[in-house]
């Protein structure tokens, strides 16, 4: 029961961060752009390199989202590294299992959520998994890897 407690709290508090990162970044957003055009302009010279064609949005897209993949696995490994330190010190494991579901747990709602948009036609798969990733590896790099 304290397990579930436990992957309970994480959920609630990933989609609490969430939330607000995505609250604070859709109030900086105009809506009149689009997903693609806010992950251009999000990357420094991404905008230049890539042509108003489909073809190139689409490329740019996939680039984005492959770099906020990566910068997602680099955050998870490095908050990994630092739970592992602190079990070690408190001569535990608790923070690194509870990590690790955590990340699971991540994975689920991304799924969801990202499913959940693309039928909804609110945006597509690509730029909500781009868009959540980097939320997340932000949050992550700011809570776990000072």
Known sequence: MLKMKSIHASVIV???SLSLASTAAHAQTPSTRT???T???AEPGAEQDCAASK???DGCAARLFAQAEQDLKNAETAAMAAMKRLDSAAKSDQASKTLS???KAYALYKVAHCNWIAASQAGSRLSCETDLNRARAHALSIY???
Do not use: M
Request: some cysteine; glycine content about 6%; aromatic content about 6%.
């Open 14 to 16: 990933l989609c609490l």
């Open 35 to 37: 997903h693609i055009q």
């Open 39 to 41: 992950l251009l302009l």
């Open 55 to 57: 073809g190139k949005l």
């Open 101 to 103: 579901q955590e990340i």
């Open 144 to 146: 776990y890897t000072r």
